[in-house]
C-alpha cells in the first residue's frame, strides 16, 4: 500500500507522462488485472479505517481523533479489525510499516508481527515519513534511521521468505509505505533522475470552475511563475500539514520530486515479486498493490487529496490471484476499499462476524472487461468523524476539518460519478467519466441530463441506507434541489 500515490505516476497507466517508467509494478500488472480506478478514501485515516474494517467511513463506530493530531482512539470491542478474524482462522497476521488508525496499533490482538511507525502514538516523529522514525518492534520501540521505503522492503522480504513466523501456517501482510506522501524525499539514489522533464498542465489548475462547489477557491494551491509556467502559491500553514507546500516550487519540478519518489516504491515491488517467485509462494499469494488515494497534481488547482474527484481521490489498484497470471486484463469498473477486504476474506474462507459493506468482485477478476456489471460504488467523505457522530451534518469548522474540503457523498455508476456537497445550496454534480475523465463538465445542470441526476441521486441514497448512514435523511438541500422546490 503507497501513500497518496496518484495513478498518474504509473507507466501502466496511459495517463502517465511518457518519461515515468515503472517496469516491476507494471509487471504485476502484466500477470493480473488492472483496474482503470479504485476508491479507498479521502484521506490517511479513513483509508486505512475501512480496509481495516470493511466498512465505509460513516460506520465504522468509536473512532476518533483524540489529542494532538495525529492522535486518535477506538474502542477494539466496537471497531474490531479484519487481521483479529484471520488470526483465529489460523492465518498469521503481520503489519510493516505507517500506521494512522489509533495510538493501539492491535499488537498481540489483531498482529502476530508488527513493525510499525505509529503517527498517532508519536505527534513530534508523525512529519518524519521518510528518515530518523520511531518504530516499534513486535510493542519494544526504538528510533531507526535509513531511507523509510527500503526498510520497510527489508522487513517484509524476511517474513516472506519465512523469519518471524511458522513455516506450516498461511499468512497475511499489510505493508504500508509512507511514499509518496509529503515531504515528499526521493531517495538519493533516484535524486534528479528525472530533471529535465516537462509534464502537461492540466487544464483548469488555475480554475475558473464554473458549476463546482465554492470551496475550490479556498484550496487553488496554484499561480503562473515567472516563466509563466505554474508554480505553488504561499498557502497558510496548516495544523498537522507534513505536505510539500514549498512556495514558488515549479510544477514540473514537482511532478518530476513525485515520480522519483516512487522509483523506489517500484524497486520494492520487484524484490518482493522475486522473493514470493523463489520461495514458491507466488502461485498461492493474492497480491494487492494499492494507494490510501490519490493526489492533485494541479487538476482543478489542487495540490492535496480529500475532494472528490478522481485526480484526488482515486488509487491505482491492481491485483493478482494465486495461481492465475492473467495477460493484464484491464477493468473499468471501479472497487472500493471494503470490496477489497471482502475479496481477502473470500479467497482466504473467512467470513466477518460483523456487517460489511464490500461487494464479491470476484466476477470482476474473472472477466474484468464485462459490461453486464450493475453494482454501484459508493465513498463518503465526513472529514475527522465516523460513526455515529456522523449521524448529522455539521455546519462549523468541522464540515471542513480535513484540507478545507466539505462533507461529501460520491457515487460511481458505470461511466457517471455524482458528488454531492453537504453543504446548503452548493450544486450536485454529474460527470461522464468515458467522455470526462478530468471531469471538467458538470451535466447537473443542463436540463438534458436531468433523468440521469435524478437516478444518480436516488442510487446514492439508497446506498447510504444500506450501509448504515444516520445523515441520509438530513443532508443539506442541494443548488438544483432549491431551484426544484424539492
Not at 507522462?17 to 502484466?30: E, F, G, K, Q
Not at 444518480?456 to 438544483?480: N, Q, Y
Request: proline share 7%; with cysteine; aromatic share 10%.
Amino acid at each position: 500500500m503507497a501513500d497518496d500515490q496518484s495513478y498518474k505516476t504509473l507507466s501502466c497507466y496511459p495517463e502517465a507522462p511518457s518519461w515515468v517508467n515503472t517496469p516491476h509494478i507494471d509487471r504485476l500488472a502484466s500477470q493480473g488485472v488492472r483496474f482503470e480506478r479504485s476508491y479507498l478514501g479521502a484521506w490517511c485515516m479513513p483509508s486505512r479505517a475501512s480496509l481495516l474494517t470493511g466498512r465505509l467511513q460513516h460506520a465504522i463506530q468509536s473512532m476518533r481523533m483524540e489529542g494532538e493530531y495525529p492522535g486518535s482512539t477506538y474502542d477494539p470491542r466496537q471497531c474490531p479489525f479484519v487481521p483479529s478474524v484471520l488470526r483465529k482462522h489460523g492465518y498469521q497476521t503481520a503489519q510493516i510499516g505507517k500506521w494512522h488508525t489509533g495510538v493501539d496499533t492491535g499488537y498481540g490482538r489483531d498482529w502476530d508481527y508488527q513493525i510499525v511507525w505509529n503517527r498517532p502514538g508519536h505527534p513530534a516523529n508523525a512529519g518524519n515519513y521518510f528518515h530518523d522514525q520511531i518504530l516499534a518492534f513486535n510493542g519494544q520501540e526504538r528510533m531507526v534511521e535509513g531511507y523509510s521505503t527500503d526498510n520497510y522492503t527489508k522487513w517484509a522480504l524476511e517474513y516472506i521468505r519465512g523469519q518471524h513466523r511458522p513455516a506450516d501456517a498461511p499468512w497475511f501482510l499489510w505493508l504500508c509505505y509512507g511514499a509518496v506522501h509529503g515531504p515528499t524525499t526521493p531517495a538519493p539514489r533516484h535524486l534528479g533522475k528525472l530533471a529535465g522533464h516537462e509534464a502537461t498542465v492540466p487544464a483548469d489548475i488555475y480554475g475558473p470552475w464554473p458549476h463546482k462547489p465554492a470551496y475550490l477557491e479556498k484550496t487553488q494551491a496554484w499561480q503562473r511563475g515567472r516563466d509563466g509556467r505554474p508554480a505553488m502559491r504561499t498557502r497558510p500553514k496548516r495544523d498537522g500539514n507534513f505536505d510539500t507546500d514549498e512556495p514558488g516550487l515549479a510544477f514540473d519540478k514537482w511532478i518530476q520530486q513525485v515520480n522519483e519518489c516512487a522509483m523506489a516504491l517500484d524497486e520494492a515491488v520487484g524484490q518482493l515479486l522475486q522473493a514470493l517467485d523463489e520461495t514458491g509462494q507466488r502461485d498461492n499469494t493474492l497480491v494487492i498493490y494499492v494507494a490510501d488515494q490519490g493526489y492533485g497534481l494541479g487538476e482543478h488547482g489542487f495540490s492535496q487529496k480529500v475532494a472528490a474527484y478522481d485526480a484526488t481521490i482515486a488509487s491505482p489498484l491492481i491485483i493478482s490471484r494465486p495461481g492465475k497470471r492473467s495477460a493484464g486484463e484491464v477493468c473499468r469498473h471501479p472497487v472500493n476499499a471494503p470490496d477489497l477486504v471482502d475479496l481477502v476474506c473470500r479467497t482466504a474462507g473467512v467470513e466477518l462476524p460483523w456487517k460489511a459493506h464490500g461487494r464479491d468482485i470476484r466476477p470482476l477478476l474473472d472477466q474484468p472487461r464485462r459490461t453486464d456489471w450493475n453494482q454501484p460504488l459508493l465513498m463518503t467523505h465526513t472529514g475527522r468523524y465516523y460513526g455515529g457522530d456522523t449521524d448529522t451534518v455539521p455546519t462549523d469548522e468541522r464540515l471542513t476539518s480535513t484540507g478545507n474540503t466539505p462533507w461529501y457523498v460520491m457515487l460511481r455508476d458505470g461511466q457517471y460519478k455524482y458528488i454531492r456537497t453537504l453543504v446548503e445550496g452548493e450544486p450536485e454534480e454529474v460527470y461522464d467519466l468515458a467522455a470526462d475523465p478530468e471531469e471538467l463538465v458538470n451535466l447537473a445542470g443542463q436540463a438534458e441530463h436531468a433523468g440521469l441526476l435524478a437516478r444518480l441521486r436516488s442510487t446514492a441514497i439508497a446506498e447510504l441506507r444500506r450501509t448504515d448512514a444516520g445523515f441520509v435523511d438530513s443532508m443539506p438541500a442541494t443548488k438544483a434541489l432549491l431551484r426544484t422546490g424539492r
